[in-house]
C-alpha cells in the first residue's frame, strides 16, 4: 500500500507542477506572483520532480514552438510525424538539450517571460550527483516499503516522470478523443486519461484558447490544476493574469463546431 500511495502521490505532484509551474507559469504567464513566491514554486517544481525536473526555460521555449508550429514539421513534439512514441520523444529530448546547454537558438520571439534561477536550473539540474541522489532515495524507498516483486517495476516511471508526462500529453492529446472547436491543428481532448494528467489533456481547448487559465470547456470537463489555482489566487498566492470564462465562447458556439447540444461551459 506504502508504495502505491507514493508512486500515485508522486505521479500527481510531479505532473500538477509541471502543468502549474512550467506551463501555465513559465511558457504562458497566465498568472503572476512575488518574487520570493516563485522562488518558492520553483524549489518546490525541482523538489517534487526529482531526477525528472525540468528547465523551465528550456519547456516554456519548446511549448511556445509548439503552439506557433502545431502538428507540423516544425513541432517539436507532434505524434504525426514519428512512427512511435519514443522516436518523438527522443526528437523533443534533442532540441530540448540544444537550448539547455546554449548549443540551439530559438527565434526571438520564443525567448523571455520565463523564470530562471542558475543554482537549481544550471547546478542541481545538471549534477550527476544529485540525479544519483535521487535515483537512490526513490530505491530506498522501495527497498524498504516493496512487499512484492512486481512493484519494482514502477520504480523506473519515478526516474523519468517528467518525460513519461510530455509523451502522453502530446501523444495522445493530438492522436486520440474529441474535439470542442476547430482549430489549424490536430489537437484532442482526451478522456478518461485526462483523469492522470491534472488539465494536460484538454489539449483541443488549451491550443483553442491558448491563454485561457481554465482548460476546460464543457460541463463535464473539469480541470484539477485550474481548482488549484482558484484556491491560491483566493489565499493571494497568485494572481489570475486572465479571465476565467470570458476567452471561452458561449455554449450555442460550442454547440455549432461540435454538434452536440448547447451547454453551459
Known amino acids: 500500500m506504502a508504495i502505491l500511495i507514493f508512486f500515485v502521490s508522486h505521479w500527481l505532484l510531479c505532473v500538477f507542477f509541471q502543468s502549474f509551474f512550467q506551463h501555465r507559469y513559465a511558457a504562458h504567464r497566465m498568472y503572476t506572483m512575488g518574487p520570493r513566491t516563485e522562488r518558492v514554486m520553483h524549489l518546490l517544481t525541482y523538489l517534487v520532480q526529482g531526477s525528472s525536473y525540468l528547465s523551465p526555460r528550456a519547456y516554456a521555449i519548446l511549448h511556445r514552438e509548439h503552439h506557433a508550429f502545431s502538428d507540423t514539421e516544425k513541432d517539436p513534439h507532434s505524434p504525426h510525424f514519428f512512427t512511435d512514441v519514443f522516436r518523438m520523444m527522443?526528437?523533443?529530448?534533442?532540441?530540448?538539450?540544444?537550448?539547455?546547454?546554449?548549443?540551439?537558438?530559438?527565434?526571438?520571439?520564443?525567448?523571455?517571460?520565463?523564470?530562471?534561477?542558475?543554482?537549481?536550473?544550471?547546478?542541481?539540474?545538471?549534477?550527476?550527483?544529485?540525479?544519483?541522489?535521487?535515483?537512490?532515495?526513490?530505491?530506498?524507498?522501495?527497498?524498504?516499503?516493496?512487499?512484492?516483486?512486481?512493484?519494482?517495476?514502477?520504480?523506473?516511471?519515478?526516474?523519468?516522470?517528467?518525460?513519461?508526462?510530455?509523451?502522453?500529453?502530446?501523444?495522445?492529446?493530438?492522436?486520440?478523443?474529441?474535439?470542442?472547436?476547430?482549430?489549424?491543428?490536430?489537437?484532442?481532448?482526451?478522456?478518461?486519461?485526462?483523469?492522470?494528467?491534472?488539465?494536460?489533456?484538454?489539449?483541443?481547448?488549451?491550443?483553442?484558447?491558448?491563454?485561457?487559465?481554465?482548460?476546460?470547456?464543457?460541463?463535464?470537463?473539469?480541470?484539477?490544476?485550474?481548482?488549484?489555482?482558484k484556491v491560491l489566487a483566493k489565499l493571494g498566492v497568485i494572481r489570475i493574469a486572465t479571465p476565467q470564462r470570458a476567452v471561452w465562447p458561449e455554449p450555442r458556439q460550442v454547440a455549432r463546431e461540435t454538434g452536440a447540444p448547447a451547454q453551459a461551459a
Not at 527565434?107 to 549534477?127: C, N
Not at 493530438?174 to 491534472?198: A, I, Q
Not at 484538454?202 to 490544476?225: C, I, L, W
Request: glycine share 8%; aromatic share 18%; proline share 6%.
Open 90 to 229: 527522443l526528437h523533443t529530448k534533442k532540441r530540448y538539450d540544444a537550448y539547455t546547454t546554449g548549443e540551439g537558438q530559438p527565434e526571438a520571439r520564443f525567448l523571455g517571460g520565463y523564470p530562471e534561477w542558475k543554482l537549481v536550473d544550471d547546478t542541481l539540474r545538471t549534477s550527476w550527483v544529485a540525479t544519483l541522489g535521487w535515483v537512490a532515495l526513490y530505491s530506498a524507498f522501495y527497498v524498504a516499503f516493496a512487499t512484492s516483486p512486481w512493484q519494482f517495476l514502477l520504480l523506473p516511471f519515478h526516474f523519468l516522470m517528467g518525460p513519461v508526462h510530455g509523451a502522453i500529453v502530446n501523444w495522445c492529446g493530438h492522436k486520440y478523443g474529441y474535439r470542442n472547436f476547430d482549430s489549424s491543428d490536430k489537437s484532442r481532448n482526451t478522456l478518461p486519461v485526462e483523469l492522470l494528467c491534472m488539465g494536460e489533456l484538454f489539449q483541443n481547448n488549451h491550443h483553442k484558447y491558448g491563454m485561457s487559465p481554465n482548460f476546460a470547456a464543457r460541463r463535464f470537463e473539469v480541470d484539477p490544476t485550474w481548482q488549484v489555482m
